[in-house]
């Protein structure tokens, strides 16, 4: 069965400052999806960022980018020029194809002004 | 285009009573799915769903739980005789296909059982 971990419980980092929250997995899957969603207290679920697994360029959504190491299934997400709206639990979440999102246990962000 | 709905956002229940939340999902999409996120923890599959049928449901309860798509209106999730432990919000997500695109979450369903 696949697995997420994500093994920072907590981070945080200063305003305008860059944070990179880590996410590893586990999976015997060679084509996949890998995702990092963002939930604010408000507690919806955004999607901050996507990755195809045979795609070798990181994916890059204006200040969100990623690490992405297939070999090692690492999957961390940087953020630059951190801003008081991104403090929020971010997820990073694993899809095969056809199958349901396996999710992390999520990192909480704080952004410190 | 309206993103995936959810109603109610709040549901207040007693132990022993039924539990019904709906979820609309994007125009165009005809997969479902319900997670539940416990307190302080991340969401946990229950169940997959297309119009009118069970795709995977290997993540619901044996008991007490179900899940329906019909092939006009919301899907449904039912809890019938909640317990203390089933206080969680339950968020719908949806897709347009079984590949591997994106799925949008609507706002969730906050469940409190007093």
């Known amino acids: 069965a696949q697995t997420v971990t994500q093994s920072q419980p907590e981070m945080s980092v200063q305003e305008a400052e860059t944070v990179t929250l880590s996410c590893t997995y586990d999976?015997?899957?060679?084509?996949?999806?890998l995702f990092w969603y963002k939930q604010p207290p408000s507690r919806q679920m955004i999607l901050v960022i996507r990755?195809?697994?045979?795609?070798?360029q990181n994916a890059t959504e204006n200040r969100f980018s990623v690490n992405f190491q297939k070999a090692a299934k690492s999957f961390s997400l940087k953020i630059s020029d951190s801003q008081l709206g991104d403090a929020a639990m971010y997820f990073c979440?694993?899809?095969?194809?056809?199958?349901?999102?396996?999710f992390g246990p999520g990192t909480r962000l704080s952004v410190l002004p | 285009n309206a993103g995936v709905m959810q109603n109610p956002r709040h549901l207040v229940r007693r132990r022993g009573q039924e539990a019904r939340l709906r979820c609309s999902p994007m125009?165009?999409?005809?997969?479902v799915y319900w997670y539940r996120q416990l307190p302080e923890e991340g969401l946990k599959f229950m169940v997959y769903?297309?119009?009118?049928?069970?795709?995977?449901e290997s993540g619901m309860p044996k008991e007490r739980f179900s899940a329906e798509f019909p092939k006009e209106g919301p899907s449904i999730l039912r809890i019938q005789q909640v317990v203390r432990g089933d206080s969680a919000a339950y968020f719908c997500?949806?897709?347009?296909?079984?590949?591997?695109?994106?799925?949008?979450f609507g706002p969730g369903t906050r469940l409190l059982v007093l």
């Open positions: 979440a694993y899809r095969n194809y056809g199958q349901n999102f396996v």
């Open positions: 125009k165009g999409h005809s997969h």
């Open positions: 990755q195809e697994a045979y795609k070798q």
């Open positions: 999976t015997s899957e060679s084509d996949y999806y």
């Open positions: 997500a949806s897709s347009p296909g079984t590949g591997k695109e994106t799925q949008y």
């Open positions: 769903l297309q119009k009118e049928n069970i795709i995977d």
